[in-house]
């Protein structure tokens, strides 16, 4: 059991740094793409998000309902981008349902470890596999990808394999490693995070913010989206 420490960074503090770091990176992407140090400040927030959704997975009192909220803003952002730029290209929402799906068949391996939770884990691996490396390359002409690909899916799988802070943090940059490699440049610079993933105290914070996290994913988008579309 992983001990909680009275000091540090709650779950809710780090989620307002990857908020921050990830709304930097956007306007990086969609508004100031000549500004570089605001794509190196984002490269931050994919590992603690990821850190956060394998603990959603461990701690939540239903699993179905947690699939399902992300799941449904996923739904969401996929249909505003396919109606607004007919894109298909997969947001990181589509990424972490691909995550929990794995997590929740390696859980039901560990509990059971019969030939079918087995079989079912390695179908769920192969599956996120395909949708993130293969499906791309069978739909040419389009621009459908899963956002940080197969190895962005497998961050949360990473940490919720470890027992403890040290191990979890310890996966997490092996599979930032893994990550950097496939798409190299600056996301080398997401390593920067593993230092504010030991500081995590265990505990969610004072407050219930849950939904605030929740919906902030797509309200700021739009929002970028309207100011790029009002000044470029």
């Given at each position: 059991m992983e001990t909680r420490r009275s000091f540090g960074l709650s779950g809710n503090q780090l989620k307002l740094i990857a908020m921050l770091t990830m709304t930097l990176d956007h306007i990086g992407l969609y508004l100031l793409p000549q500004v570089q140090w605001l794509r190196i400040l984002g490269r931050l927030s994919l590992p603690i998000y990821a850190y956060m959704i394998a603990e959603g997975c461990r701690y939540t009192h239903s699993r179905?309902?947690?699939?399902?909220?992300?799941?449904?803003?996923?739904?969401?952002?996929?249909?505003?981008?396919?109606?607004?730029?007919?894109?298909?290209?997969?947001?990181?929402?589509?990424?972490?349902?691909?995550?929990?799906?794995?997590?929740f068949c390696l859980d039901a391996m560990r509990r059971s470890n019969t030939w079918i939770s087995r079989g079912l884990f390695v179908l769920a691996v192969w599956g996120a596999g395909f949708v993130c490396e293969i499906l791309p390359v069978l739909l040419p002409g389009t621009d459908f990808a899963v956002d940080y690909g197969f190895f962005g899916?497998?961050?949360?799988?990473?940490?919720?394999?470890?027992?403890?802070?040290?191990?979890?943090?310890?996966?997490?940059?092996?599979?930032?490693?893994?990550?950097?490699?496939?798409?190299?440049?600056?996301?080398?610079?997401?390593?920067?995070?593993?230092?504010?993933?030991?500081?995590?105290?265990?505990?969610?914070?004072?407050?219930?913010?849950?939904?605030?996290?929740?919906?902030?994913?797509?309200?700021?988008?739009?929002?970028?989206?309207?100011?790029?579309?009002?000044?470029?």
């Open positions: 179905k309902g947690y699939f399902a909220r992300i799941a449904f803003l996923a739904a969401i952002c996929q249909g505003v981008y396919f109606l607004a730029m007919g894109s298909l290209y997969q947001c990181i929402l589509v990424t972490f349902c691909l995550s929990i799906g794995m997590i899916a497998l961050l949360p799988v990473l940490v919720y394999w470890g027992k403890d802070r040290n191990q979890k943090v310890l996966l997490m940059g092996v599979g930032l490693v893994l990550l950097a490699l496939d798409l190299g440049g600056i996301q080398w610079c997401a390593l920067g995070a593993l230092p504010l993933l030991l500081c995590y105290t265990g505990q969610k914070g004072r407050h219930s913010l849950g939904m605030v996290f929740y919906l902030y994913y797509p309200v700021h988008l739009v929002v970028i989206y309207l100011l790029g579309w009002i000044i470029l």
